[in-house]
């Protein structure tokens, strides 16, 4: 089921205990050299919307919110970003009115590395209000982190930015945006040191020219592939928030 298409009439009719409300989150902003800045929320839509034909009864889509905290890409230009405070705000307006509608599982899907704090900030401060639902956010290939590994042929096996994952996914949706003559590696270097560390850098600071991984290896075989794989993860994932009991 998909809220945006649906009737407020329709809306209360869906059984609040059978349903696991998703709300995918992305951005809109600068990816490298040869992909849109719509790319993250592209990607994240083809996500839900493909586990939501495949368990249209076990899920409520709702439309994909755009607009993320981008501010680490804001130096490369072609940027939209929200504030952490304000997309933190934003994340439980999103979701509140629906809580207090009576839904009762929720899954953040997230398409954009920038949202990961502020989604689970967000979940942490509305909790305390509604302890008798369950909360729940991830990233698409957080999920699907496995599944995404043994598709890519890279030596980097988890998300970059504008890498062998994104670039292969958009060539599957819209080989159309893709400026194929501009695709270039852009590869970021760690000292094995300091893994595990966090580092506060924004991205003219990490790379060359604003991408993260081997975006000359995507394929759109490959794109199609790793859609349908973090799709039906998804789709395991909503199966088993259905599952689980509500808290106390």
């Not at 490369?76 to 929200?82: D, K, M, R, V, Y």
């Not at 890279?154 to 003559?181: N, Q, Y």
């Not at 991205?203 to 991408?211: E, K, L, S, W, Y």
């Amino acid at each position: 089921m998909r809220f945006h298409e649906m009737t407020a009439p329709q809306l209360r009719e869906v059984p609040r205990d059978q349903v696991v409300l998703v709300a995918p989150i992305a951005a809109c902003e600068q990816h490298s050299l040869h992909l849109p800045t719509y790319t993250d929320t592209l990607l994240v839509t083809a996500v839900a919307e493909g586990a939501e034909k495949i368990a249209p009864n076990q899920m409520v889509l709702l439309p994909s919110l755009w607009f993320g905290a981008s501010h680490h890409h804001l130096r490369f230009g072609g940027t939209l970003s929200a504030s952490v405070d304000t997309h933190i705000d934003m994340l439980c307006d999103l979701v509140t009115p629906l809580f207090d509608d009576g839904f009762q599982r929720l899954l953040i899907l997230n398409g954009h590395g920038g949202n990961i704090d502020t989604m689970q900030t967000a979940l942490r401060r509305i909790q305390p209000r509604y302890t008798n639902r369950l909360l729940t956010a991830a990233s698409y290939w957080d999920i699907a982190q496995a599944e995404l590994a043994a598709i890519a042929e890279g030596p980097r096996k988890v998300m970059g930015h504008a890498c062998e994952f994104e670039t292969s996914m958009i060539l599957a949706l819209r080989p159309d945006l893709v400026r194929k003559e501009l695709i270039r590696n852009d590869l970021e270097t760690t000292d094995p040191a300091l893994r595990g560390l966090y580092t506060a850098a924004d991205m003219r600071q990490r790379t060359d020219h604003g991408a993260v991984g081997y975006c000359e290896l995507a394929t759109a075989e490959k794109g199609k592939r790793m859609i349908a794989a973090a799709s039906a993860r998804v789709v395991e994932v909503v199966q088993g928030l259905l599952r689980q009991r509500l808290p106390g």
